[in-house]
């Protein structure tokens, strides 16, 4: 299969990382994510990487329990960080050379975000893993994700989930739900799809940013969506004719 995208972002759910478990991170899983990542990265595709913590910890989810939502996402930046440096470990074990730059300062475990310091590691040919969010409270890591695409000016933002695209309700839920192949950001954001946060589907469409949603759990999947193939949602600038 051969890559039809130079430079992507991969946006990892931290729920992702769980397998079976029902709290924090599946050796098996995270294993098996950093040999889909490394496939992609040796056929000569540029590798971003944002990885959620709601594995661990969900701020907004605390914050409604009445936890002050500053400090719960505070706690949540910092399980994002716990799962990017367990992705590191993973790809370095596999023979990827791979960094983790923090919006939070935690100079001790990891980089600070600076952008020209991810672009020399991409030119390098490092896979950079953006965590710590956007290094400030109320805003999601799909927002971080987007916000370091746009940056970081990728081809494309690809959405790992559990399902295998955007539907117009939840087909997990929904044994009737409707699987759409294309979808504009305005029918997203519109419509109130539940594909990303808001935020940044808009963020999104305002650099042009192409997202891909599809499902993690195949093996190849990564492969599969990088060179075009699979089953999948691209959401982009273009009207849907149906």
Do not use: W
Request: with cysteine; glycine share 8%.
């Amino acid at each position: 299969m051969k890559p039809v995208y130079k430079r992507i972002l991969l946006k990892l759910s931290g729920e992702g990382l769980m397998g079976n478990q029902a709290f924090g991170i599946s050796p098996e899983v995270i294993s098996a994510l950093a040999t889909q990542i490394k496939e992609v990265y040796e056929a000569g595709v540029e590798v971003c990487l944002v990885i959620g913590g709601g594995n661990i910890f969900r701020g907004a989810k605390e914050a409604a329990k009445g936890m002050n939502r500053t400090v719960a996402d505070q706690v949540g930046m910092l399980a994002t960080i716990m799962n990017a440096l367990s992705m590191q470990n993973a790809l370095e074990q596999q023979g990827v050379d791979a960094r983790v730059l923090s919006g939070l300062s935690v100079t001790e475990v990891c980089e600070p975000y600076m952008y020209r310091r991810a672009l020399r590691h991409l030119q390098k040919k490092r896979v950079v893993i953006f965590a710590g969010g956007t290094g400030n409270p109320y805003f999601t890591t799909d927002t971080g994700a987007a916000l370091r695409a746009a940056e970081m000016q990728c081809d494309v933002l690809l959405k790992a989930t559990q399902v295998d695209g955007v539907y117009d309700s939840d087909p997990r839920i929904n044994n009737k739900a409707v699987k759409y192949d294309h979808v504009s950001y305005d029918e997203v954001i519109n419509n109130h799809l539940n594909v990303m946060d808001m935020t940044a589907v808009a963020l999104a469409r305002e650099n042009n940013i192409p997202i891909v949603v599809f499902a993690q759990r195949d093996k190849d999947a990564l492969m599969q969506v990088v060179s075009g193939k699979g089953k999948y949602t691209i959401i982009n600038n273009e009207v849907n004719n149906g």
